[in-house]
């Protein structure tokens, strides 16, 4: 038996699944002038910093070079987008590497600490 559902269904359940793949942001979500989620004052920043902690969070389950994670959120792997997002999520426990007495090795992965896990919870 085949249940067609209204397109208006079909949109709406679509675009719930979105906001969970991508914790908020969607095709409706501003962009700044790079393209990149977010606008370039510091009002909405640390909302979509926070956006980004949490799918960075989730990704990082398993543990990630620094370029997946970059990619993930679609910011290139300058040394300021890893400070921006990766360092702050480090000095909070939220985030751990891997290799923690080789900091700038390129086998460097992060992986979601423990802590990390409970900040994705709530």
């Known amino acids: 038996m085949i249940i067609h559902k209204s397109n208006e269904a079909v949109n709406t359940e679509s675009n719930r699944i979105n906001d969970v793949v991508n914790f908020g942001v969607n095709e409706n979500t501003p962009k700044n002038d790079t393209g990149n989620f977010g ?3 510091g009002v909405y920043d640390s909302v979509y910093d926070g956006v980004y902690d949490k799918k960075i969070l989730a990704f990082a389950l398993i543990p990630k070079n620094r ?8 910011i290139s792997t300058h040394p300021k987008n890893y400070e921006r997002h990766i360092v702050p ?3 909070k426990g939220l985030l751990a590497m891997t290799l923690p ?4 090795s390129k ?3 992060y992986m979601t600490t423990e802590k990390g896990k409970l900040f994705l919870k709530n």
């Open 67 to 74: 370029k997946e994670i970059m990619d993930l959120i679609g």
């Open 39 to 41: 606008v370039n004052d």
């Open 107 to 109: 086998k460097q992965k």
């Open 101 to 104: 007495d080789k900091p700038k």
């Open 89 to 91: 999520l480090l000095e």
